[in-house]
C-alpha cells in the first residue's frame, strides 16, 4: 500500500476510544504497504487472494500481533501505476514481519495472477496518527506525496502539529475521517525526505469535509499556512485516491 498522503489544497489517538491521546507524543506505528498493478482480466483472481489474507489478518489482530489493517482498490488510474493495494500496521518491526512471513507462507503467495502482477512494499513510520477503533467499509483513501524543502526546520514537528494534524484531529473528532497519519519511510527507496499525509474518510462526504477544512485553515491561520509552505517543496508532490475495501482498527 504504497499510497499514503492527502493534499493540502493549493497551500499545499484523543482518549483510548479514539486512539491515543493528542496531548504526548504517541508510540511510533509501522505500517508495511504493499502495491499491485493487476491486469484488468484478472481482478477477480486477485480479489480472492486479497480475501484469504484478509482472513489471516483479522486473526492477526485479534491475537494482538498487529494494530490494523485493510485494503484499497485505485480510483485516479495512471498507465503502469498500481490499481490494488493492502497494508497492515504494527507496533514493533518484529510483529510487522511475522505478519509478513505468514502472509508469504500462504498458497496465495504463488498465485498466478501476482506472478503477472507488477508490485512494490514499502515499509512506514509514523508518530502523528489518529483513528477510530471497528471495523469500516465506507472509506476513501487520500495519500499526499511531498518533498521537504532543504534546510527547513520544524523542531518536534511544531509547525506540523499546530496546522495539519490540529486540523485532521478536529476532522476525526467530527466524525469525517476514520483515520489520519503522516507517514515517512523506515527502509528508504524513496528520497529520505519525502513524507506522506494520509488520511481515510467516513464516506465520501469526508473528502468534501476535509477540502473545506483546509480551505478553512487558510482563511483562519495564513500565518501557520505559510510556515508550512516553508517546509515543503512546491514541485514533486503527488496525490493518490482509493476506495478502501475494509479497514480494520483495534
Known amino acids: 500500500m504504497g499510497v499514503v498522503l492527502c493534499l493540502l489544497g493549493a497551500a499545499g489517538l484523543a482518549s483510548l476510544a479514539l486512539g491515543q491521546s493528542s496531548g504526548a507524543e504517541k ?10 498493478t493487476v491486469p484488468r482480466g484478472m481482478w477477480a483472481a486477485y480479489q480472492k487472494i486479497d480475501d484469504a489474507d484478509n482472513e489471516l489478518l483479522g486473526k492477526t489482530l485479534n491475537e494482538g500481533t498487529i494494530s490494523s489493517w485493510g485494503s484499497f482498490t485505485t480510483l485516479t488510474h495512471q498507465e503502469g501505476e498500481p490499481t ?6 504494527a507496533r ?47 472509506g476513501y483513501l487520500r495519500v499526499g ?19 495539519l494534524v490540529a486540523s485532521l484531529e ?42 473545506a477544512a483546509i480551505e478553512e485553515m487558510g482563511r483562519s491561520n495564513p500565518a501557520g499556512i505559510a510556515g508550512f509552505q516553508g517546509l515543503i517543496e512546491g514541485k514533486g508532490h503527488r496525490d493518490f485516491l482509493a476506495r478502501v475495501n475494509t479497514v480494520t482498527y483495534k
Open 27 to 36: 508510540p511510533v506505528i509501522y505500517t508495511y504497504v504493499s502495491e499491485w
Open 92 to 138: 514493533s518491526m518484529a510483529a510487522l514481519m511475522k505478519t509478513l512471513e505468514a502472509l508469504r507462507a500462504t498458497p496465495g503467495a504463488t498465485d498466478a495472477v501476482l506472478g503477472a502482477s507488477k508490485h512494490w512494499d514499502f515499509i512506514l513510520q509514523s508518530r502523528d496518527y489518529n483513528y477510530h477503533p471497528g471495523t469500516f467499509k465506507n
Open 145 to 163: 506525496r511531498w518533498n521537504r524543502r532543504p534546510g527547513s526546520s520544524d523542531p518536534d514537528g511544531k509547525i506540523m502539529k499546530s496546522t
Open 84 to 89: 490494488h493495494g493492502s497494508w497492515f500496521s
Open 170 to 211: 478536529k476532522l476525526l473528532a467530527d466524525g469525517a475521517l476514520h483515520f489520519y497519519s503522516v507517514d515517512e519511510e523506515t527502509i528508504h527507496t524513496e528520497d529520505p525526505g519525502t513524507f506522506w499525509i494520509v488520511i481515510i474518510t467516513n464516506g465520501p462526504e469526508g473528502l468534501d469535509k476535509f477540502n
